[in-house]
């Protein structure tokens, strides 16, 4: 098992970019292919990337379930996007290990602390909103198409927590995305929430998908109780780059107002019609900022961290900083938007200055949250066998068609 210490000691994959060779010269094609071969060589699964489609097709045989009962098609369709969470994470384990530096303030005290093992447990609740910066990884399908996973780490946190949330993770996401073969139908199973950027068309879409979210259930003893749910929300609307920071730039001036150097600046909108709708069944916003160790000043993740070079040729971000804050809905200025846009704004020039300390020292500020200094570990799952789960329910499936089929001929044959 690879250990924090010894992914410090790993040769640095953020050289600068050259032409010849996918923005790297740490590597030519042929070292790159021999370190993918090898790493591939020792897993007794084979490739993770069979992992998705088998997640799919669990997906389609359960699609029915929708006919015969909601809540059970709901239920299934959160141990589908469970295992989703056990693939990412088994794949940046595998081939991908990183440091994850963890540190927080005062308002997550608690909430953050390590296990004897190593690995990092959040104690945050079952029902919030995560709001973060995007640094992004880019993944070209096609010229239209892209593929951004800032979420990946924030979705390897809800495996993390306690509860565990990997299954109740919901994502809004460009309406594009939807429109990708197998990875748009598998987003739409697990009931993300797709956005055209036009809120006049928007606005009736997602009010009713939040509501499905904050709606009652009644359990066997007559309790009402809310479904667990981590939304995540990236409130810059689109991906840092050189066109980003122009957009930013553009839009700071046209309004009147400091621009960011590190970041976006965010739209307020979508965000403040999101908290106002789940008001009363989420108490807590949190503040996740991100940072990849590296990225030079002036510089973008997508120049130094393409999923292909991160997941297929061996060289993920050398670290993975993440700074937690948490905000109360009960203190935030929810009845007027322009006061509202004002307030995030706020919260992301104190972003956008943590980001400065962090490209000036190489770190967030250490913990104001009870653990000294900074948690380091990585991501991995607890048991290494945990990857198995990918496939249980399409082997539950096969054994019932099996079992149904041996049935159905003995009884023509009887």
Request: charged fraction near 20%; charge should be neutral.
């Amino acid at each position: 098992m690879t250990t924090t210490s010894e992914l410090r000691r790993r040769p640095n994959g953020n050289a600068a970019p050259d032409d010849n060779f996918d923005a790297f010269p740490m590597a030519s094609p042929g070292v790159a292919d021999a370190m993918l071969n090898m790493q591939q060589a020792g897993h007794p699964s084979g490739e993770a990337k069979y992992g998705w489609i088998i997640i799919h097709l669990t997906q389609f045989l359960g699609a029915w379930f929708y006919l015969l009962n909601r809540d059970l098609y709901y239920a299934y369709m959160a141990v589908t996007k469970e295992s989703f969470g056990l693939l990412i994470t088994t794949m940046t384990h595998w081939w991908a290990p990183t440091v994850i530096r963890i540190s927080g303030d005062a308002s997550v005290a608690g909430q953050l602390s390590l296990t004897p093992d190593g690995r990092v447990q959040c104690a945050f609740p079952d029902r919030m909103v995560m709001i973060a910066n995007h640094q992004r990884y880019n993944f070209k399908l096609t010229l239209e198409y892209q593929i951004y996973t800032d979420w990946l780490y924030l979705w390897w946190v809800g495996y993390t927590n306690s509860p565990r949330m990997h299954g109740h993770i919901y994502i809004i996401l460009k309406e594009s995305i939807k429109y990708i073969p197998v990875i748009g139908p598998g987003c739409m199973f697990f009931s993300f929430i797709f956005m055209s950027r036009k809120m006049a068309v928007d606005r009736p879409r997602l009010a009713h998908r939040l509501q499905k979210l904050k709606t009652k259930h009644v359990g066997p003893d007559g309790e009402e109780y809310l479904n667990p749910m981590w939304l995540l929300l990236f409130p810059e609307g689109t991906n840092l780059s050189d066109n980003g920071r122009v957009k930013s730039g553009a839009w700071a001036e046209k309004i009147g107002v400091k621009d960011t150097a590190h970041l976006m600046l965010p739209r307020s909108t979508g965000t403040f019609f999101c908290l106002n709708e789940l008001k009363g069944s989420v108490d807590y916003v949190y503040d996740c900022t991100v940072a990849y160790e590296g990225v030079p000043r002036g510089g973008y993740g997508e120049e130094y961290f393409t999923l292909s070079s991160t997941f297929f040729q061996g060289r993920p971000p050398k670290s993975v900083n993440l700074y937690w804050r948490r905000f109360s809905l009960a203190d935030m200025p929810l009845h007027d938007q322009t006061e509202f846009d004002a307030w995030l704004r706020e919260r992301w020039y104190e972003k956008d200055a943590l980001m400065e300390q962090y490209v000036t020292t190489g770190r967030f500020p250490a913990n104001g949250a009870g653990i000294k200094g900074h948690i380091e570990t990585e991501v991995r799952t607890q048991y290494w066998w945990e990857f198995v789960k990918i496939f249980a329910w399409l082997g539950c499936f096969g054994f019932f068609l099996s079992s149904l089929t041996r049935f159905l001929l003995k009884f023509r044959d009887s």
